[in-house]
């Protein structure tokens, strides 16, 4: 290299030297730290991180972070978070993701649903695909948080004892609807607000994986756990749809090994987590844990057979489309096992 200036060698070698300038994707969780959304997170960063050699470094925004729930949507869905997961709030925004907020349509065993949602026939179907599209968002995988557990504070055994219960859900009609259909007065009050709202008896009742009661101190202010295995915590994990087309072909393939490659993992892991939780709270609290019978559950599960054809009505052949391909899809695994 004799023939070029010592200057210009200097300045190649620290270029090659320093770092690249390492692209920053921003990912947003309706979490704290701690959930299970977190979780999924940081494995998501680690493998990325790992797979593009420190090209894309990634930065977590838990909840509280962005704004509220619907704060976290807008974001993603113009471009200024990459990532986000959307669940039960996302049902204003993506009307079809209301499929989740259905009870009973899953089955007992967690690992069969957790495959089923991510199903290539079900997760790579034009109706699920185009249902997050059409609304600028592009779904990746969809993350099962374990069951979700009502607390009250009286034992709820069957559909009377719901009766005028003022229980709260996330904002969207079809989970208004099914506590409708089992009798009770479902609000809608926003997460960061829960707490104090069931403290001052605005919310009589709640509903979430055990985790969640356990990491927002919801269980301090509720009398009774009920697990009716009624429906699981659903969330989509998605990235923004113009982000997601403008990556390379390497990338996108990239993001599918990695959303593959978690779901038995997160799987696992929220399996032990809501376990975990579970003894934690019955370690600290005396609250009273109410486990209901096959009987029990089917009063329920009948109760909430015709907000099916609700969901149905609300968004149209797409919707019955999407239930029917996760009906089937849950069907196919269950005879695989
Ligand atoms: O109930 C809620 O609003 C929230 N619960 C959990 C466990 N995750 C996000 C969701 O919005």
Redesign the pocket.
Known sequence: MRWLPNSVITLTLLTLAAPLQAETWRVAL??IKG?V?YEYAERFAERIEAKTDGKVNIKIFP?GQIGG?TDIYDAVQSGKIHFAFG???LGGTVPESQLFSLNYILSDDEWVNAQAVNSEAFLESEALQNSFRDRSLHPLAVVI?GWQVWTANKAIRKPEDFQGVGIRT?DNRLLTETYKAYGASPVTI??GE?YSALQMGQAEGN???VF?HEEMGFYEVQEYMILAKQAE?I?TFMANKGFYDGLSEERKAMLDAVTDELVRPIHEHQQALNQQRLDKIKASSDIEIVELTAEERERFRQKSMPVRQTFVEMVGERGRSLLDKLLAAVERVKGQQ
């Open positions: 309706e979490e959930s959304q909840y729930m669940s039960g709030f948080e996330m926003e997460y829960l509903i979430q994986p969640a915590f969330a």
